[in-house]
């Protein structure tokens, strides 16, 4: 049996389906990642087929069948196409990064509003915020990271229980998190932090403003590529990253 739902969703992907339709991948609000069929859209008189790119945020109406794997996507409303994200390179940049990130990283069907209102708020600040795109990715990918189950704890070291004095040597073991002074010594590291490192993590971690040299937000951001990679073995790097680099 169907039943019709109405939900926010931010389109995730699209392709062409057969001569007129597009099937497109979208993560709801009420239902997490879900494929859809648009019928028609490919018409040059489609509304449908203007509205469901990438990245827009909108709010869809669709029937729903537990057997089906594409669901029918009836109706659609633009609620946001971020027109400020989508002319600048580096937030069109770190916006394809977040939607990969959730393309390939999240469960099908497996609803988490919080993540989707993560992920519409991101894309919002991308449009309209001052704040450098990949201090703002940062912010969003260690989000996403507890989301997944995988959160980094920067307060206390994770063998003694000690609190972290970046200054004295602070370092990062993968498999058990992150390390003082004393402990590094006597643990195999993983990554070994400078205290610029260690601190604008933090600042990500703690939401505090932050002004920094580019090199530092792109080290971070490798660094949580590699904590990731250690935890998904499957997951090999955001691609769409390195393409537009």
Same mark, same amino acid.
């Given at each position: 049996m169907s039943e019709i739902i109405k939900t926010e969703a931010v389109v995730l992907s699209k392709l062409n389906y057969g001569d007129t339709s597009y099937i497109i991948s979208l993560y709801t609000k009420e239902l997490g990642k879900i494929s859809a069929i648009v019928k028609g859209a490919r018409s040059p008189k489609s509304k449908l087929g203007l509205i469901t790119d990438p990245v827009n945020h909108l709010?869809?109406?669709?029937?729903? $069948?537990?057997?089906?794997?594409?669901? &029918? *996507?009836?109706?659609?409303?633009? #609620?946001?196409?971020?027109? /400020?994200?989508? +002319?600048?390179?580096? $937030?069109?940049?770190?916006?394809?990064? &977040? *939607?990969?990130?959730?393309?390939? #990283?999240?469960?099908?069907? /497996?609803?988490? +509003?919080?993540?989707?209102?993560?992920?519409?708020?991101?894309?919002?600040?991308?449009n309209s915020s001052d704040e450098k795109p990949n201090i703002l990715f940062g912010r969003f990918f260690l989000f996403f990271?507890?989301?997944?189950?995988?959160?980094?704890?920067?307060?206390?070291?994770?063998?003694?229980?000690?609190?972290?004095?970046?200054?004295?040597?602070?370092?990062?073991?993968?498999?058990t998190g992150?390390?003082?002074h004393v402990c590094r010594k006597e643990k195999a590291e993983s990554y070994i932090f400078t205290?610029?490192?260690?601190?604008?993590?933090?600042?990500?971690?703690?939401?505090?403003?932050?002004?920094?040299?580019?090199?530092?937000?792109?080290?971070?951001?490798?660094?949580?590529?590699?904590?990731?990679?250690?935890?998904?073995p499957d997951f090999k790097g955001i691609q769409s990253l390195q393409i537009y680099n």
């Amino acid at each position: 049996m169907s039943e019709i739902i109405k939900t926010e969703a931010v389109v995730l992907s699209k392709l062409n389906y057969g001569d007129t339709s597009y099937i497109i991948s979208l993560y709801t609000k009420e239902l997490g990642k879900i494929s859809a069929i648009v019928k028609g859209a490919r018409s040059p008189k489609s509304k449908l087929g203007l509205i469901t790119d990438p990245v827009n945020h909108l709010q869809v109406v669709l029937y729903k $069948k537990d057997t089906r794997e594409l669901q &029918i *996507i009836s109706s659609a409303d633009l #609620l946001s196409n971020f027109t /400020e994200l989508k +002319s600048d390179f580096d $937030k069109l940049k770190y916006s394809q990064a &977040i *939607i990969e990130l959730v393309k390939k #990283l999240t469960a099908e069907h /497996e609803t988490n +509003s919080r993540l989707f209102h993560g992920i519409v708020r991101i894309l919002e600040l991308l449009n309209s915020s001052d704040e450098k795109p990949n201090i703002l990715f940062g912010r969003f990918f260690l989000f996403f990271i507890e989301e997944l189950g995988y959160e980094i704890s920067l307060e206390r070291c994770s063998i003694c229980g000690r609190s972290i004095e970046p200054d004295a040597g602070v370092s990062f073991n993968f498999g058990t998190g992150i390390l003082c002074h004393v402990c590094r010594k006597e643990k195999a590291e993983s990554y070994i932090f400078t205290p610029e490192l260690f601190n604008y993590l933090y600042c990500l971690k703690s939401r505090k403003k932050i002004e920094v040299k580019e090199n530092l937000a792109d080290k971070a951001i490798s660094f949580l590529e590699n904590y990731l990679r250690y935890h998904v073995p499957d997951f090999k790097g955001i691609q769409s990253l390195q393409i537009y680099n």
